[in-house]
């Protein structure tokens, strides 16, 4: 782990003598302040924009994680860092302010423009639905929905219409006999994890309408029915809590006696 003394005045030659007596009690783990930064930039700033690994960073008194965010895009991956995000590791706050996340927006835009243009890439053939074709080379088509967009709205749907344990991973753009996004459909169980390929949904690059939802949701649950469940191994509650999972000063909790248990 990474340890950052932050606001410390080093000279530029000689000794350096670094006194540090601080005390502080680490209630928020790092990997819980990546989470809760993750979270806020998916829904508040950019499916696009994710958390990294976090350091901790001691300002005086002040002890806080700090989260890195970074900008991908689908045909570069990893971009870069578009800012950082202070997590107190005493209660969790972040420093999520409007002006943060201004400054993060702007420098993801500006990122977003040094990125060579995007292309449209040859699908292998059992990717495409019956009768479609790839959209290779040169071929483009005009699209106004973004993939961030497709994604969103299909994510929407999944979990208002289908199941809250549903989601929606990275759309790829295709062209059958009209442009559109084809987003694939994962599912997630507390027990085993997400489980991608339950379905696809294409979603009109031109307009946003979601194509042929009806068909879609009986083969997504289909799937589920005859592939997934099936296979799912049956789900075993814990019979106990890890302690730093607990607020402290818990006290034992009475069980409560039925009148014939009386």
Same mark, same amino acid.
């Given at each position: #782990?990474?340890?950052?003394?932050?606001?410390? /005045?080093?000279? !530029? +030659?000689?000794?350096? %003598? &670094?006194?540090?007596?601080?005390?502080?009690?680490?209630?928020?783990?790092?990997?819980?302040?990546?989470?809760?930064?993750?979270?806020?930039?998916?829904?508040?700033?950019?499916?696009?924009?994710?958390?990294?690994?976090?350091?901790?960073?001691?300002?005086?008194?002040?002890?806080?994680?700090?989260?890195?965010?970074?900008?991908?895009?689908?045909?570069?991956?990893?971009?870069?860092?578009?800012?950082?995000?202070?997590?107190?590791?005493?209660?969790?706050? #972040?420093?999520?302010?409007?002006?943060?996340? /201004?400054?993060? !927006? +702007?420098?993801?835009? %500006? &990122?977003?423009?040094?990125?060579?243009?995007?292309?449209?890439?040859?699908?292998?053939?059992?990717?495409?639905?019956?009768?479609?074709?790839?959209?290779?080379?040169?071929?483009?088509?005009?699209?106004?929905?973004?993939?961030?967009?497709?994604?969103?709205?299909?994510?929407?749907?999944?979990?208002?219409?289908?199941?809250?344990?549903?989601?929606?991973?990275?759309?790829?753009?295709?062209?059958?006999?009209?442009?559109?996004?084809?987003?694939?459909?994962?599912?997630?169980?507390?027990?085993?994890?997400?489980?991608?390929?339950?379905?696809?949904?294409?979603?009109?690059?031109?307009?946003?309408?979601?194509?042929?939802?009806?068909?879609?949701?009986?083969?997504?649950?289909?799937?589920?029915?005859?592939?997934?469940?099936?296979?799912?191994?049956?789900?075993?509650?814990?019979?106990?809590?890890?302690?730093?999972?607990?607020?402290?000063?818990?006290?034992?909790?009475?069980?409560?006696?039925?009148?014939?248990?009386?």
């Amino acid at each position: #782990m990474t340890i950052i003394i932050d606001n410390y /005045a080093v000279p !530029e +030659k000689g000794t350096l %003598e &670094i006194n540090i007596n601080i005390s502080v009690e680490i209630k928020v783990t790092a990997e819980q302040a990546q989470r809760r930064v993750n979270r806020w930039l998916m829904e508040s700033v950019s499916i696009q924009i994710g958390a990294y690994l976090p350091t901790l960073i001691v300002d005086g008194k002040r002890v806080v994680w700090r989260v890195p965010a970074y900008a991908s895009f689908p045909h570069v991956g990893h971009a870069g860092v578009v800012g950082y995000i202070d997590v107190d590791v005493r209660n969790g706050e #972040m420093n999520n302010t409007p002006e943060v996340q /201004a400054e993060i !927006e +702007k420098r993801a835009t %500006e &990122i977003s423009k040094q990125q060579p243009p995007f292309k449209l890439r040859e699908l292998p053939a059992e990717y495409l639905a019956k009768g479609s074709k790839s959209t290779a080379g040169d071929k483009t088509a005009s699209v106004k929905v973004t993939a961030y967009q497709a994604r969103k709205k299909v994510n929407y749907w999944l979990m208002e219409y289908i199941s809250a344990q549903m989601g929606a991973e990275e759309p790829t753009l295709i062209d059958a006999d009209r442009a559109v996004w084809r987003v694939p459909v994962c599912i997630s169980f507390p027990h085993v994890g997400k489980i991608s390929g339950v379905g696809l949904v294409d979603v009109d690059a031109r307009t946003g309408e979601m194509i042929d939802l009806p068909e879609c949701k009986a083969q997504i649950e289909k799937y589920l029915e005859k592939e997934v469940k099936p296979r799912l191994p049956p789900y075993k509650p814990k019979t106990t809590t890890p302690a730093e999972y607990l607020p402290d000063e818990t006290s034992s909790v009475q069980k409560l006696s039925l009148p014939d248990e009386q």
